[in-house]
Protein backbone atom coordinates (compact mmCIF):
# COMPACT_ATOMS: atom_id res chain seq x y z
CA UNK A 1 0.00 0.00 0.00
CA UNK A 2 1.18 3.95 -0.72
CA UNK A 3 0.44 6.88 1.44
CA UNK A 4 0.21 9.68 -0.82
CA UNK A 5 0.22 13.25 0.16
CA UNK A 6 -2.35 15.91 -0.69
CA UNK A 7 -2.79 19.81 -0.18
CA UNK A 8 -6.25 20.47 0.44
CA UNK A 9 -8.06 23.63 0.98
CA UNK A 10 -9.18 23.66 4.58
CA UNK A 11 -10.92 27.00 4.04
CA UNK A 12 -11.84 29.35 0.96
CA UNK A 13 -9.18 32.44 1.26
CA UNK A 14 -10.12 35.55 2.67
CA UNK A 15 -8.75 38.42 0.92
CA UNK A 16 -4.85 37.01 0.65
CA UNK A 17 -4.43 33.34 1.26
CA UNK A 18 -3.06 32.07 4.75
CA UNK A 19 -1.21 29.33 5.56
CA UNK A 20 -4.07 28.56 7.84
CA UNK A 21 -6.14 28.39 4.88
CA UNK A 22 -4.21 24.95 3.86
CA UNK A 23 -4.29 21.42 5.47
CA UNK A 24 -1.79 18.56 4.67
CA UNK A 25 -3.54 15.43 3.87
CA UNK A 26 -2.22 11.56 4.13
CA UNK A 27 -4.32 8.83 2.76
CA UNK A 28 -3.76 5.47 1.73
CA UNK A 29 -4.15 4.51 -1.97
CA UNK A 30 -5.66 1.47 -3.39
CA UNK A 31 -4.00 -0.65 -5.77
CA UNK A 32 -4.38 0.62 -9.17
CA UNK A 33 -6.47 -1.44 -11.25
CA UNK A 34 -6.89 -2.31 -15.09
CA UNK A 35 -5.96 0.80 -17.46
CA UNK A 36 -4.70 2.92 -14.04
CA UNK A 37 -1.23 4.45 -12.97
CA UNK A 38 0.41 5.08 -9.75
CA UNK A 39 2.53 8.95 -9.79
CA UNK A 40 5.00 10.00 -8.02
CA UNK A 41 5.27 14.04 -8.32
CA UNK A 42 8.37 15.45 -9.37
CA UNK A 43 7.33 19.16 -10.09
CA UNK A 44 4.42 21.08 -8.74
CA UNK A 45 2.99 24.48 -10.40
CA UNK A 46 2.02 27.38 -8.49
CA UNK A 47 -0.32 29.46 -10.94
CA UNK A 48 -2.16 32.63 -10.22
CA UNK A 49 -5.26 31.21 -11.89
CA UNK A 50 -5.44 28.92 -9.13
CA UNK A 51 -6.79 32.12 -6.63
CA UNK A 52 -9.62 33.03 -8.58
CA UNK A 53 -10.51 29.00 -9.88
CA UNK A 54 -10.49 28.04 -5.78
CA UNK A 55 -13.72 30.33 -5.08
CA UNK A 56 -15.33 29.15 -8.24
CA UNK A 57 -14.38 25.40 -8.34
CA UNK A 58 -13.50 24.04 -5.15
CA UNK A 59 -15.19 23.87 -2.21
CA UNK A 60 -13.71 23.20 1.51
CA UNK A 61 -11.65 19.79 2.06
CA UNK A 62 -10.90 19.67 -1.41
CA UNK A 63 -7.18 18.61 -2.83
CA UNK A 64 -5.75 21.72 -4.10
CA UNK A 65 -6.69 22.62 -8.38
CA UNK A 66 -3.13 22.73 -10.13
CA UNK A 67 -0.88 20.64 -12.09
CA UNK A 68 2.29 18.55 -11.81
CA UNK A 69 5.42 16.69 -13.50
CA UNK A 70 4.96 13.22 -12.11
CA UNK A 71 6.71 10.20 -12.83
CA UNK A 72 4.40 6.94 -13.29
CA UNK A 73 5.74 4.28 -10.67
CA UNK A 74 3.56 1.67 -11.01
CA UNK A 75 1.46 0.95 -14.60
CA UNK A 76 -1.24 -0.87 -15.86
CA UNK A 77 -1.69 0.91 -18.83
CA UNK A 78 0.63 0.23 -21.93
CA UNK A 79 0.71 3.99 -22.48
CA UNK A 80 2.54 4.91 -19.90
CA UNK A 81 5.47 2.77 -19.10
CA UNK A 82 7.43 2.76 -15.44
CA UNK A 83 9.31 5.16 -15.48
CA UNK A 84 8.38 7.38 -17.77
CA UNK A 85 6.66 11.30 -16.99
CA UNK A 86 3.81 12.86 -17.40
CA UNK A 87 2.01 15.60 -17.07
CA UNK A 88 -1.08 15.77 -15.12
CA UNK A 89 -3.65 18.32 -13.53
CA UNK A 90 -7.15 17.77 -10.71
CA UNK A 91 -8.87 15.93 -13.56
CA UNK A 92 -7.66 12.35 -14.09
CA UNK A 93 -5.45 12.32 -17.13
CA UNK A 94 -2.12 12.93 -18.15
CA UNK A 95 -0.17 13.57 -21.26
CA UNK A 96 3.24 11.62 -21.85
CA UNK A 97 6.61 14.24 -21.89
CA UNK A 98 8.55 13.62 -24.66
CA UNK A 99 12.79 13.50 -23.43
CA UNK A 100 15.04 16.42 -24.36
CA UNK A 101 14.56 19.25 -22.26
CA UNK A 102 14.02 19.82 -18.75
CA UNK A 103 11.24 18.61 -17.01
CA UNK A 104 9.58 21.48 -15.46
CA UNK A 105 9.67 23.56 -18.14
CA UNK A 106 6.46 21.26 -18.94
CA UNK A 107 4.62 23.76 -16.44
CA UNK A 108 6.23 26.47 -18.19
CA UNK A 109 7.02 27.99 -21.51
CA UNK A 110 6.55 24.76 -23.17
CA UNK A 111 3.23 24.22 -21.41
CA UNK A 112 0.24 25.63 -20.20
CA UNK A 113 1.99 29.48 -19.87
CA UNK A 114 3.50 29.04 -23.24
CA UNK A 115 0.36 28.02 -24.58
CA UNK A 116 -1.69 31.07 -22.69
CA UNK A 117 1.18 33.75 -24.12
CA UNK A 118 0.87 31.73 -27.64
CA UNK A 119 -3.20 31.64 -28.17
CA UNK A 120 -3.38 35.16 -26.87
CA UNK A 121 -0.86 36.66 -29.36
CA UNK A 122 -1.96 34.78 -32.35
CA UNK A 123 -5.54 34.04 -31.78
CA UNK A 124 -7.13 36.79 -29.55
CA UNK A 125 -4.84 39.71 -30.35
CA UNK A 126 -4.07 38.57 -34.26
CA UNK A 127 -0.67 40.16 -33.63
CA UNK A 128 1.19 41.86 -37.01
CA UNK A 129 4.92 42.13 -37.61
CA UNK A 130 5.55 45.69 -36.89
CA UNK A 131 2.95 46.43 -34.20
CA UNK A 132 3.29 47.89 -30.55
CA UNK A 133 2.52 45.58 -28.02
CA UNK A 134 2.40 46.42 -24.00
CA UNK A 135 2.43 42.95 -21.70
CA UNK A 136 2.04 43.93 -17.87
CA UNK A 137 3.01 41.09 -14.99
CA UNK A 138 5.98 40.82 -18.06
CA UNK A 139 8.15 39.07 -15.59
CA UNK A 140 5.82 35.86 -14.70
CA UNK A 141 5.37 33.11 -16.43
CA UNK A 142 3.03 34.08 -19.03
CA UNK A 143 3.89 37.54 -19.57
CA UNK A 144 7.78 36.57 -19.85
CA UNK A 145 6.76 34.22 -23.06
CA UNK A 146 4.43 36.64 -24.56
CA UNK A 147 7.16 39.13 -24.92
CA UNK A 148 9.32 36.88 -26.90
CA UNK A 149 6.85 35.45 -29.19
CA UNK A 150 6.32 39.24 -30.11
CA UNK A 151 9.94 39.61 -30.56
CA UNK A 152 9.72 36.40 -32.72
CA UNK A 153 7.22 37.69 -34.95
CA UNK A 154 9.02 41.39 -35.38
CA UNK A 155 7.15 43.50 -32.73
CA UNK A 156 7.47 46.37 -30.93
CA UNK A 157 7.37 45.28 -27.17
CA UNK A 158 7.04 47.20 -23.78
CA UNK A 159 6.49 45.54 -20.63
CA UNK A 160 6.04 46.42 -17.06
CA UNK A 161 7.05 44.54 -13.59
CA UNK A 162 7.57 45.17 -10.31
CA UNK A 163 11.16 45.44 -9.10
CA UNK A 164 14.35 46.75 -10.86
CA UNK A 165 15.59 43.04 -11.21
CA UNK A 166 12.49 41.99 -13.05
CA UNK A 167 13.67 45.16 -15.19
CA UNK A 168 17.07 43.20 -16.02
CA UNK A 169 15.53 40.14 -16.65
CA UNK A 170 13.54 41.76 -19.13
CA UNK A 171 15.91 43.88 -21.32
CA UNK A 172 17.88 40.66 -21.19
CA UNK A 173 14.95 38.81 -23.05
CA UNK A 174 15.37 41.15 -25.38
CA UNK A 175 12.05 43.67 -24.45
CA UNK A 176 12.08 47.04 -26.17
CA UNK A 177 10.88 49.19 -23.61
CA UNK A 178 10.69 48.01 -19.78
CA UNK A 179 9.79 50.43 -16.71
CA UNK A 180 8.92 49.41 -12.81
CA UNK A 181 5.39 50.51 -12.36
CA UNK A 182 6.09 50.74 -8.29
CA UNK A 183 8.86 53.69 -8.53
CA UNK A 184 7.33 55.25 -11.83
CA UNK A 185 6.14 58.46 -10.75
CA UNK A 186 3.30 58.43 -12.80
CA UNK A 187 2.25 55.27 -14.80
CA UNK A 188 0.60 57.36 -17.63
CA UNK A 189 3.85 59.22 -18.53
CA UNK A 190 5.88 55.81 -18.01
CA UNK A 191 3.23 54.19 -21.13
CA UNK A 192 3.47 57.41 -23.06
CA UNK A 193 7.25 58.00 -22.70
CA UNK A 194 7.56 54.17 -24.10
CA UNK A 195 5.08 54.47 -26.89
CA UNK A 196 4.61 57.55 -28.20
CA UNK A 197 1.81 56.65 -31.20
CA UNK A 198 0.38 54.45 -28.38
CA UNK A 199 -0.48 50.44 -28.58
CA UNK A 200 -1.98 48.10 -31.00
CA UNK A 201 -2.15 45.11 -28.85
CA UNK A 202 -2.38 45.23 -24.94
CA UNK A 203 -1.86 41.52 -23.06
CA UNK A 204 -3.86 42.30 -19.92
CA UNK A 205 -2.53 40.07 -16.94
CA UNK A 206 -3.43 42.57 -13.99
CA UNK A 207 -6.69 44.29 -14.33
CA UNK A 208 -7.90 47.33 -12.46
CA UNK A 209 -6.12 50.51 -12.10
CA UNK A 210 -3.82 49.85 -14.66
CA UNK A 211 -5.74 48.87 -17.28
CA UNK A 212 -7.72 52.45 -16.49
CA UNK A 213 -4.79 53.35 -17.82
CA UNK A 214 -3.52 52.06 -20.29
CA UNK A 215 -7.52 52.10 -22.53
CA UNK A 216 -6.55 55.68 -23.65
CA UNK A 217 -3.18 55.12 -25.12
CA UNK A 218 -4.57 51.88 -26.93
CA UNK A 219 -4.37 53.19 -30.73
CA UNK A 220 -7.43 52.97 -33.11
CA UNK A 221 -8.65 49.16 -33.76
CA UNK A 222 -6.87 48.34 -30.87
CA UNK A 223 -7.01 44.45 -29.76
CA UNK A 224 -6.59 43.51 -26.13
CA UNK A 225 -6.27 39.62 -24.41
CA UNK A 226 -7.47 39.70 -21.12
CA UNK A 227 -5.33 36.79 -19.63
CA UNK A 228 -5.43 37.88 -15.79
CA UNK A 229 -6.67 40.00 -12.76
CA UNK A 230 -4.12 39.35 -10.55
CA UNK A 231 -4.47 42.66 -8.93
CA UNK A 232 -8.01 41.65 -8.31
CA UNK A 233 -8.17 38.60 -7.22
CA UNK A 234 -7.57 38.72 -3.24
CA UNK A 235 -9.91 42.37 -3.01
CA UNK A 236 -12.20 41.82 0.06
CA UNK A 237 -14.61 44.46 -1.83
CA UNK A 238 -14.66 44.97 -5.35
CA UNK A 239 -13.26 47.96 -7.36
CA UNK A 240 -14.88 50.23 -9.33
CA UNK A 241 -14.34 52.13 -12.06
CA UNK A 242 -13.07 54.60 -14.32
CA UNK A 243 -14.58 52.72 -17.10
CA UNK A 244 -13.54 51.67 -20.46
CA UNK A 245 -16.72 51.87 -22.72
CA UNK A 246 -15.83 55.36 -24.26
CA UNK A 247 -12.74 54.78 -25.23
CA UNK A 248 -13.88 51.14 -26.95
CA UNK A 249 -16.26 52.93 -28.94
CA UNK A 250 -14.62 55.54 -29.77
CA UNK A 251 -10.95 53.76 -30.84
CA UNK A 252 -13.56 51.04 -31.71
CA UNK A 253 -11.02 48.34 -29.52
CA UNK A 254 -11.93 44.65 -29.30
CA UNK A 255 -10.93 43.20 -26.15
CA UNK A 256 -11.31 39.35 -25.36
CA UNK A 257 -10.89 36.85 -22.17
CA UNK A 258 -9.86 33.72 -22.64
CA UNK A 259 -8.84 30.28 -21.51
CA UNK A 260 -6.08 28.49 -23.42
CA UNK A 261 -8.51 25.16 -23.47
CA UNK A 262 -10.41 26.73 -26.18
CA UNK A 263 -7.62 25.70 -28.58
CA UNK A 264 -6.95 22.37 -27.10
CA UNK A 265 -6.83 20.59 -30.79
CA UNK A 266 -3.93 22.89 -31.41
CA UNK A 267 -1.78 21.85 -28.15
CA UNK A 268 0.32 19.23 -29.71
CA UNK A 269 1.25 21.40 -32.45
CA UNK A 270 1.97 24.59 -30.29
CA UNK A 271 4.14 22.98 -28.10
CA UNK A 272 5.86 21.27 -31.03
CA UNK A 273 6.63 25.26 -31.94
CA UNK A 274 7.30 26.15 -28.73
CA UNK A 275 9.96 23.25 -28.22
CA UNK A 276 11.58 24.66 -31.34
CA UNK A 277 11.57 28.35 -30.63
CA UNK A 278 13.87 26.80 -27.28
CA UNK A 279 15.76 24.70 -29.17
CA UNK A 280 17.27 27.53 -31.54
CA UNK A 281 17.81 29.74 -28.42
CA UNK A 282 14.88 32.22 -28.87
CA UNK A 283 12.87 31.29 -25.91
CA UNK A 284 14.11 31.29 -22.39
CA UNK A 285 12.45 30.30 -19.76
CA UNK A 286 13.88 31.54 -15.80
CA UNK A 287 12.62 29.37 -12.99
CA UNK A 288 12.11 30.52 -9.26
CA UNK A 289 12.28 27.02 -7.87
CA UNK A 290 10.72 26.30 -3.92
CA UNK A 291 12.07 23.01 -2.52
CA UNK A 292 9.80 20.60 -0.88
CA UNK A 293 6.65 19.26 -0.87
CA UNK A 294 5.79 20.68 2.51
CA UNK A 295 6.55 23.84 0.84
CA UNK A 296 3.56 24.55 -1.83
CA UNK A 297 1.41 26.61 0.40
CA UNK A 298 4.57 29.01 0.51
CA UNK A 299 5.26 29.13 -3.22
CA UNK A 300 1.84 29.41 -4.09
CA UNK A 301 1.46 33.14 -1.82
CA UNK A 302 4.85 34.42 -2.84
CA UNK A 303 3.59 34.07 -6.17
CA UNK A 304 0.97 35.85 -6.09
CA UNK A 305 2.54 38.79 -4.29
CA UNK A 306 5.08 38.80 -6.80
CA UNK A 307 8.36 36.90 -5.45
CA UNK A 308 9.21 34.37 -8.58
CA UNK A 309 10.75 35.64 -11.45
CA UNK A 310 9.68 33.71 -14.83
CA UNK A 311 7.89 30.46 -13.79
CA UNK A 312 7.10 29.34 -9.84
CA UNK A 313 7.49 25.68 -9.59
CA UNK A 314 7.77 23.16 -6.51
CA UNK A 315 11.08 20.98 -6.66
CA UNK A 316 9.30 17.87 -4.57
Known sequence: MVVSKAWTLRQHFQG????????????TLPQPKNGQVLLEAVFLSVD?????????????????????????????????????????????CASRLAPGHPLSLALGAIGMPGLTALY????????????????????????????????????????????????????????????????ATSLEESLREAAPHGYDCYFENVGGKFSSVVMPQMRE??????????????????????????????????????????????????????????????LRCNEHITIGFNNMPAAFMGMLQGDNTGKAVVKV
Open 120 to 183: GLEEVCEIKKGETLLVNAAAGAVGSVVGQIAKIKGCRVVGCAGTDTKVSYLKELGFDQVFNYKT
Open 221 to 282: YGRIAVCGSISMYNDTTPQTGPYVHTHMIFKQLRMEGFLCARWKHKHQQSLRRLMAWMTEGK
Open 48 to 92: PYMRPYSQTMMKEGDVMIGSQVAKVIQSYNPSFPVGCHVVSDSDP
Open 16 to 27: FPKASDFHLREE
